[in-house]
């Protein structure tokens, strides 16, 4: 169960970007006097003009698409790279059996064939995967992909001792008993000696699963299952220059300053019906400085931020007084919270936890995340809008009615729970997150005047999995209440929900289960919904999972995060993608 650890390590490292974009205090110089594309080549489409929708339609091919960022990847190895925006990128030189559909808002979240010929043939049992490839799907170097390519790199995802850092989804579903050793260590002569998955010839690759998982195919769309040649694969160092089957090959790539790609001359469009690859070329530029690179932005040196965590505060001033029609304002499908551990007392009792969301000030806790724009809408619940089975108007605790909280039922709840006079309890908040601390001290202001005396403990962020990951230690510190930010590893109640409410995820070490959720009713729902191959009847299951830990008052959900992002007039094809947490969709992306 190391995947919601693994989970954490990306959610983490998100967060750091987020925060890194939000800190910046240093004001944007610039020229001014420019139109609203802020690079002189003519209006931009108007605020959200990208958001579920498409901005500047084009086809037009040629030019250089200019990326920038604050934050490299974790790893540009499909197998190793777990940031959200490396699996947007990514796109550019990989491909998978299947993959997202490029299309804007919730219809991203479609999957649609990629290098196979359809999205599978299933077996009556649910338990074996068929695919078919393509004709002219080929490397770099003009030689084809094979099934066995795929299942290569697949096989890759087992060798944690050299490859690891990334999802382990594959892994768990097709060799839960962990039997196989991974391909360094494969004793046969071809390395290929998986045995769930089957290379009967080039063409065809068979899935076979010990029992069935309704995400199968989310899994497979990941770029985790994206093929790797034996013969190019360097192994820890793949990641410094990993061999394309995609329509962009990278010509030079260094650590934190940059990475150029051009066209890849052994791409064929017709059997590619997923990118555009619509730019020449694709360059990747990295700083260190948030403010700088909001500046450069909006000055149109660049055309998008990759990272996509938001304009830093200053920059957010300039772009929304004088360039509104270049910002866009999506949802990102993280949800920012705060969490209550059950083995700590007196959180062990239902009533104090109500207390604790009826008395907390909400539209503050907004607030303190960075208002209805930067910070996101209040949330009501803990599923995400970009998940089907979610509700956003679910309101179990009527936070929307009472956006400053309800005094008068918080201090009803206490005498329910035994502590009419109040009580006291500490909440845990990583020390390198801002605003984690400012929801911490909104939470300590507004519980104070109910009686609830909260202390602040600011632990190492870079310690989290040892600190709040581990129960026991939750226990010994008293931590109450833990503030945490989550988001989806793939669009379904099982990317989103289980690592946080499935008492079978609970570890002893990187758990993200902070709540002690133990809820056998809970783990049915879960079951039955991984059976589930249609995604509409496995939502409502993930709907009365959600509405059970809404009743059961083990989280206070603070925002549906937005962020305020940037787009250069240049762009063409430009929308937000559900699929890749409200990003731009890049593989789509074009330039005038």
């Known amino acids: 169960m190391t995947a919601n650890s693994s989970s954490r390590r990306r959610l983490a490292a998100s967060a750091a970007l987020v925060v890194a974009a939000l800190v910046g205090t240093a004001a944007c110089g610039g020229g001014g006097g420019k139109d609203d594309g802020a690079d002189g080549s003519?209006?931009?489409?108007?605020?959200?003009?990208?958001?579920?929708?498409?901005?500047?339609?084009?086809?037009?091919?040629?030019?250089?698409?200019?990326?920038?960022?604050?934050?490299?990847?974790?790893?540009?190895?499909?197998?190793?790279?777990?940031?959200g925006f490396m699996w947007d990128f990514a796109r550019y030189y990989t491909r998978q059996l299947i993959t997202f559909k490029p299309a804007a808002g919730t219809e991203s979240t479609e999957l649609v064939a990629d290098m196979a010929t359809d999205t599978g043939k299933v077996s009556a049992d649910k338990k074996t995967y068929t695919f078919t490839l393509k004709d002219g799907v080929t490397w770099e170097d003009g030689k084809p992909v094979t099934s066995k390519d795929i299942k290569y790199g697949i096989e890759r995802i087992w060798a944690q001792d050299k490859i690891s850092g990334g999802p382990i989804y594959l892994q768990q579903v097709l060799d839960p008993k962990k039997e196989y050793k991974g391909p360094y260590k494969d004793k046969s002569a071809d390395k290929l000696g998986l045995k769930a998955i089957e290379t009967p010839d080039d063409k065809t690759i068979v899935f076979k699963l010990p029992k069935p998982n309704g995400d199968f195919l989310q899994m497979l769309a990941m770029p985790a299952a994206t093929p790797v040649r034996q013969d190019k694969d360097t192994?820890?160092?793949?990641?410094?220059?990993?061999?394309?089957?995609?329509?962009?090959?990278?010509?030079?790539?260094?650590?934190?300053?940059?990475?150029?790609?051009?066209?890849?001359?052994?791409?064929?469009?017709?059997?590619d019906t997923v990118r555009k690859a619509l730019p020449d070329k694709v360059s990747l530029k990295l700083i260190t400085n948030a403010d700088d690179m909001d500046n450069r932005l909006i000055e149109g040196d660049y055309d998008v931020d990759i990272n996509a965590t938001g304009i830093s505060p200053a920059g957010r001033t300039k772009a929304l007084r004088d360039h509104k029609a270049n910002v866009d304002n999506p949802q990102t499908g993280f949800i920012r919270y705060a969490v209550f551990p059950q083995t700590v007392k007196p959180m062990d009792n239902i009533h104090c936890r109500k207390a604790v969301i009826y008395g907390s000030d909400h539209k503050s806790l907004q607030t303190a995340r960075g208002g209805p724009m930067a910070g996101g809408d209040i949330a009501t619940n803990m599923l995400p809008p970009s998940i089907k089975g979610s509700d956003p108007k679910y309101d179990p605790y009527d936070v929307l009615k009472d956006t400053t909280g309800n005094a008068a039922k918080a201090k009803e709840e206490l005498k329910a729970c035994g502590k009419p006079k109040g009580f006291k309890t500490t909440i845990a908040v990583r020390n390198n997150k801002p605003q984690e601390i400012a929801t911490a001290e909104s939470m300590q202001a507004s519980l104070g005047k109910i009686g609830i005396e909260v202390q602040i403990d600011q632990y190492d962020?870079?310690?989290?999995?040892?600190?709040?990951?581990?129960?026991?230690?939750?226990?010994?510190?008293?931590?109450?209440?833990?503030?945490?930010?989550?988001?989806?590893?793939?669009?379904?109640?099982?990317?989103?929900?289980?690592?946080?409410?499935?008492?079978?995820?609970?570890?002893?070490?990187g758990n993200n289960n902070f709540s002690m959720m133990k809820d056998k009713s809970i783990d049915a729902l879960f079951d039955k919904a991984l059976l589930e191959t249609d995604p509409d009847?496995?939502?409502?299951?993930?709907?009365?999972i959600n509405e059970k830990v809404s009743e059961a008052a083990v989280y206070l959900p603070f925002t549906f995060e937005k962020n305020v992002i940037w787009r250069s007039s240049r762009l063409t094809n430009v929308y937000t993608a559900d699929s890749y947490n409200g990003r731009y969709d890049y593989a789509s992306l074009g330039v005038k």
């Open 42 to 83: 003519g209006k931009a489409p108007g605020f959200n003009a990208a958001v579920g929708k498409i901005a500047n339609a084009s086809d037009k091919k040629g030019g250089t698409i200019k990326f920038i960022g604050t934050q490299d990847a974790d790893s540009w190895d499909p197998q190793r790279g777990y940031y």
């Open 461 to 509: 962020g870079a310690q989290t999995s040892g600190i709040i990951g581990a129960p026991k230690n939750v226990e010994k510190k008293n931590y109450g209440i833990i503030i945490m930010g989550w988001g989806a590893d793939f669009p379904s109640g099982q990317g989103f929900s289980q690592p946080l409410v499935d008492s079978r995820f609970i570890l002893d070490s």
């Open 235 to 271: 192994v820890e160092k793949y990641g410094l220059k990993p061999f394309s089957n995609g329509p962009y090959k990278i010509d030079s790539y260094t650590p934190n300053k940059g990475m150029e790609l051009s066209r890849n001359p052994n791409w064929k469009k017709e059997s």
């Open 537 to 544: 009847k496995a939502a409502g299951f993930y709907r009365q």
